[in-house]
Structures are given as structure tokens and as C-alpha cells.
């Protein structure tokens, strides 16, 4: 399936929406999602692979505290990214296990100047993300389960050039997916729909 990343970012909102996240971390998400797609990234199977994850979980559990560590035991790569992004940035982190770090990348680069040299390094334990103001690249492999996470600030990065996608190509496994999740903002409200997951995974109970 082929689509605009406009519409892919409405499908992937749905999807966030759908797996239980908030309206707030939902525009969050797709956000990420969709700049992650504007460089060439798999960004749709991230997606899966990230909300499979965390679905039926509270956001409390995935939510970095002060010391950026979950009470659930793994962070959620959005909710570390939109902590990032509300304090400006961030200085080298050492981040325990984290689902699809990648994620993480669209919010560091949302923090950055321009005009200035500057950026991020993330890293994995099988590849790398450098993040500037106005790209994004890895090399190395993809984790498809949370790893253990670094990320290091630069004055003088010299960020690598990425690809510019216009549209973005899903499997139809992957689109599948999405839709399922997406379905579940148009399930019934009933008590018994809320227990089974539908649109009540990951929640803020305060």
C-alpha cells in the first residue's frame, strides 16, 4: 500500500489512538512516525512493532521519571522523546531498555538550531542514529525488541545526508495492522469493549 505521509500520519494517529495513548502522546507519535517516514525509514513497521508493545500498558509504567528510568522496567520511546522535547533538549543520557529507540530521534532533532553544527548521536547495541536539525540517519541494524540506549550531544556533528521520501510503502502485513488498531477508536464504549482493549491501553490514571 502506497501513501501520502499525510495520510499515513492520520492512519498512524488512529493506531495510537487505538492502542490506548492518550490525545496528546497520539499527536506525538504520529508526528514521529510521519518524520521518520519523510527520511525513508521503516517507520510504519516501527510502529507495529512499538504498539504491540505497550498495548494494555499505563503510561506510568512506561513514562520516564527523573532519573529516566520506567516503574514498568522499559521506556517508551515517545513519552522519553516528548520529555525531551519539553525540557529543550537533553544532555548525554544513558537510557535503560527502550522500545524502538529510534523514535526518539525526531524529538531530539525538533531541538535543535538550524544554523548551528550541532546534534545527537543515538546508539544501540547493533547500529546508530545521527540526528541534526534537518536529518536523520542510521546505520547498523534496527533492535525489533527494547535495548539499552545512549545518546550523546555535539557541537560539531557532522550529520550524514539522509533520503527524502514523499510518500510511504506498506506491506500489507503492516498495514493490516494499523488498521486493526486504528478500527478500535470506532469500537462501542461499553465496560466490557474498555476491558477487552479498546481504546484503553496506554492511559494516564492520574
Excluded at 492502542?19 to 517507520?43: H, N, V
Excluded at 470506532?186 to 469493549?193: D, G, H, K
Amino acid at each position: 500500500m502506497n501513501l501520502s505521509l499525510d495520510e499515513f500520519r492520520a492512519l498512524v494517529a488512529k493506531a495510537f489512538r487505538g492502542a490506548g495513548y492518550s490525545w496528546g502522546l497520539t499527536e506525538e507519535g504520529s508526528f514521529a512516525a510521519r518524520r521518520l517516514a519523510e527520511f525513508g525509514l521503516p517507520s510504519g513497521d516501527m510502529v507495529v512493532r512499538l504498539l504491540r508493545q505497550v498495548d494494555g500498558s499505563a503510561v506510568a509504567d512506561v513514562m520516564p521519571d527523573d532519573a529516566w528510568v520506567a516503574a514498568g522496567g522499559t521506556l517508551c520511546p515517545v513519552c522519553v522523546g516528548a520529555s525531551i522535547s519539553d525540557l529543550g533538549g537533553c544532555a548525554d543520557l544513558v537510557l535503560g531498555a527502550t522500545i524502538e529507540p529510534l523514535f526518539i530521534a525526531p524529538f531530539l532533532a525538533e531541538t535543535l538550531d538550524a544554523a548551528k553544527p550541532e546534534g545527537y548521536e543515538v546508539t544501540w547495541l547493533t547500529g546508530r542514529c545521527m540526528v541534526a536539525a534537518d536529518s536523520i540517519s542510521v546505520t547498523g541494524e534496527l533492535p525489533e525488541a527494547p535495548v539499552e540506549v545512549t545518546i550523546e550531544r555535539f557541537t560539531d556533528l557532522d550529520a550524514a545526508e539522509s533520503q527524502s521520501a514523499g510518500r510511504v510503502e506498506l506491506s500489507n502485513e503492516t498495514m493490516a495492522a494499523l488498521e486493526h488498531l486504528a478500527h478500535r477508536v470506532y469500537a462501542p464504549a461499553t465496560e466490557a469493549s474498555r476491558l477487552a482493549g479498546a481504546g484503553a491501553g496506554l492511559r494516564d490514571d492520574d
